[in-house]
């Protein structure tokens, strides 16, 4: 299949008359993209000659092309329209610091940035998403698979929310500063984040909710991540129902100084393993599910305890005892 873009002109005639129709140019693998000096009636192929939007990119570069985002902030003032869709397998590259390459949603209203959806894979590198505690969803999925590494999400309502459907691996980025989520998911999704951060969140760092009992397969794995400073929860994994086959991850991570549980489990009983943590000054338990397997862990300091009765244990340290009937725990200060 031709992906098409830039209009050229045709002519033919009919009826004695001149008509004057238009037929697009073949889609490009690598386009450029300028917020400052680019057009969208450039041709896009080269930084000397970039198009001027990353929603006109998105929709017109080839299926597995890249799109270049030079440093600059892509908002409304540069003639960006929201949310921007990256619905077939792409690349969105910046091209310098992710810090200096911003898609900025602010004034977009309650809308979502981007939106990534559909077969295949994108894959995003090295740029932010500012929200100023307008947009929905800085990033959006449902029923793909993305790679986001080096993106940094900022100041939404929600920094990620995983709709249905989708696997999103994050590689060292951060979900912060939202006024509700670091990170939302229903059901039929899996979150795998690796040396990320998701931290300052008004509610809970990683929030799974799910409703329908059959469809609640959810998965979170958090490797070497920082989940702290949330107003609600660490990882809360909360549902109406009691029944899945959900399993939640969480190795070698700090989970630290929120505002209620680090790790919680409320009406859910998903497979919680937590290996190789520190989950330390948390306003409420330190880990609240009784499902919970632990290992090689510090639990310390946590305002309502530091697990659940009949939690087990192996080569952890809890600073109120409350491992010490499961067996081989740690013993000293942590």
């Excluded at 680019?38 to 000659?49: F, V, Y």
């Excluded at 919680?264 to 009983?269: E, K, S």
């Amino acid at each position: 299949m031709l992906f098409l873009a830039r209009p050229i002109r045709c002519l033919w005639f009919s009826a004695g008359s001149l008509l004057v129709a238009s037929a697009p140019l073949l889609a490009q693998s690598n386009v450029w993209v300028n917020p400052v000096s680019g057009s969208n009636s450039a041709t896009g192929t080269s930084e000397s000659d970039p198009w001027r939007t990353l929603k006109f990119a998105v929709d017109n570069v080839a299926t597995n092309g890249t799109v270049h985002l030079v440093p600059g902030s892509y908002s409304l003032a540069s003639g960006e329209t929201f949310p921007i869709a990256a619905a077939r397998p792409m690349r969105i590259l910046g091209e310098g610091p992710a810090a200096h390459v911003v898609i900025d949603a602010t004034g977009a209203g309650a809308v979502a940035a981007l939106i990534v959806q559909g077969n295949g894979l994108v894959r995003l590198s090295s740029f932010t998403i500012e929200g100023n505690h307008e947009a929905s969803y800085l990033l959006r999925t449902e029923n793909t698979v993305c790679h986001a590494e080096d993106v940094h999400l900022n100041r939404g309502l929600t920094g990620i929310y995983m709709w249905e459907g989708a696997t999103l691996t994050f590689d060292r980025s951060s979900s912060s500063n939202n006024v509700n989520y670091g990170a939302r998911l229903r059901w039929m999704n899996r979150l795998i984040a690796n040396d990320s951060a998701f931290s300052g969140n008004g509610r809970s760092g990683v929030y799974c909710g799910l409703i329908y009992c059959c469809f609640e397969d959810a998965d979170i794995e958090l490797n070497r991540c920082r989940v702290n400073g949330n107003g609600e929860n660490g990882v809360n994994f909360n549902s109406f129902h009691g029944a899945n086959n959900s399993t939640v991850g969480i190795h070698d991570c700090l989970v630290a100084r929120n505002g209620l549980s680090g790790v919680r489990a409320h009406n859910i009983w998903p497979a919680i393993s937590v290996t190789g943590c520190t989950i330390a000054h948390n306003g409420g338990r330190g880990i609240s599910s009784q499902l919970a397997t632990i290992q090689n862990t510090i639990l310390a300091m946590n305002a309502a305890g530091d697990a659940a009765s009949g939690t087990s244990a192996v080569a952890s340290f809890s600073s109120d005892g409350s491992l010490s009937a499961t067996g081989g725990t740690l013993s000293g200060d942590p």
